[in-house]
């Protein structure tokens, strides 16, 4: 059973920085594509960003120009940097893995790690 087990988030006035990082338990990680979602309290689940197995990346528009997802397979781990936090990027940032393999289309969801933007 893959594991995913994200960290890096808390408490972060406006304009800050963090970084957030997801680890994958799993013996193939460059096999998989990674996702950030993101779940303001109340609402759904918000795509943020995907790097795919050969590190091609997209961004939701209301990230893109200060958001940067990246990857490190030798340390089976995705991280997700964000600049110029806003009060409105508050919420429980997730990590999404997929992979379609053998004709099955796996997918693993980590717990989250909260992120407050608030002076």
């Known amino acids: 059973q893959v594991q995913l087990v994200e960290s890096g988030g808390g408490l972060v006035q406006p304009g800050g920085s963090l970084r957030l990082s997801c680890t994958a338990s799993?013996?193939?990680?460059?096999?998989?594509?990674f996702e950030w979602y993101r779940e303001v309290s109340g609402n759904q689940r918000q795509w943020v960003a995907s790097?795919?197995?050969?590190?091609?990346?997209n961004y939701e528009d209301f990230m893109r120009g200060r958001t940067s997802i990246s990857r490190d397979n030798a340390k089976n781990s995705v991280y997700l940097q964000i600049d110029s936090l806003k009060p409105e990027d508050t919420a429980v940032y997730y990590c999404?893995?997929?992979?379609?393999?053998?004709?099955?289309?796996?997918?693993?969801w980590g717990q989250g790690t909260q992120v407050i933007v608030s002076s």
């Open positions: 790097i795919v197995s050969d590190g091609r990346t």
């Open positions: 799993v013996s193939d990680f460059s096999t998989y594509a």
């Open positions: 999404f893995a997929e992979r379609l393999r053998n004709g099955e289309h796996e997918k693993y």
